[in-house]
């Protein structure tokens, strides 16, 4: 899977020219980005170089718009709540930049490229706007999204000391499996991994494939190694 950008700042992977999208209390890149008239600058010629050089290459698997983009920060807090940040607000322009962003990233590869599946490196749809995500938001967000990629990618580790079957973010991403399938897509966890001070690091992951193929019927888990 060839990730073409990645949202996380702390990694220093942005494109060449984006720095200043990077700037700000959250780790993330901001969510003004996902305007028209700053992703083309950058972002869209490279996709475009991207897929025009390497849409016949026997490696590539898919290609992933993005990794981890995320609408719903949390931002540094007045007085000290969860690790003293706060929740923000995310608008319907806001999603609607997003959905065009996706929608113009696909475009654009599929101009060049028809081989290859085109997905999205989402934790899961609960980055997109809603503290309390529900299915109906997610089946909403896919629905919006189906035709312009081929497939719905999420990401979970497990990182309870206390507890291996407690994953980060992984009942978030139950409910976009639950949606994928009412949209008749399949489900990728992209990431997965147990971290170093699990009671068990071999029986959590296999406690976790099991869920996720017998239950959620994922079509491909991808694990990012031992943490």
């Known amino acids: ?22 700037k700000g209390d959250t780790g993330l890149l901001t969510r003004e980005y996902f ?3 700053v992703y083309e600058a950058h972002y869209l010629p490279l996709v475009k170089r991207m897929a025009e050089t390497f849409h016949n ?8 718009l993005m990794n981890e983009p995320t609408l719903f920060f949390r931002r540094k807090a007045v007085n000290n709540g969860f690790e003293g940040f706060k929740d923000t607000a995310v608008s319907d ?9 996706v929608k113009d990233a696909a475009a654009t590869i599929r ?26 938001f997610a089946t909403d967000v896919f629905a919006e999204l189906k035709g312009h990629l081929d497939f719905v990618q999420v990401h979970f580790y497990q ?18 499996a639950r949606a994928a399938q009412s949209n008749n897509m399949p489900i990728v966890v992209g990431e997965f991994g147990s971290m170093s001070f699990a009671n068990d690091r071999i029986i959590a ?5 099991t869920r996720w193929i017998d239950t959620h019927h994922a079509a491909l888990l991808l694990q990012w190694g031992f943490m």
């Open 159 to 176: 990182k309870s000391a206390g507890n291996d079957d407690i994953w980060d973010e992984e009942n978030r991403s139950t409910v976009d």
């Open 93 to 101: 322009g806001d999603r609607a930049n997003f959905f065009t962003f």
């Open 205 to 209: 992951t296999k406690k976790m494939l």
């Open 57 to 64: 290459h026997p490696a590539i698997f898919a290609w992933d």
């Open 111 to 136: 101009q060049f490229d028809s081989l290859h599946l085109i997905t999205l490196g989402l934790i899961n749809s609960g980055q997109l706007g809603l503290s309390n995500q529900s299915l109906a």
């Open 35 to 37: 305007k028209r008239e």
């Open 1 to 22: 899977i060839v990730v073409l950008n990645d949202a996380l700042s702390h990694l220093h992977s942005w494109l060449r020219g984006e720095e200043d999208w990077h």
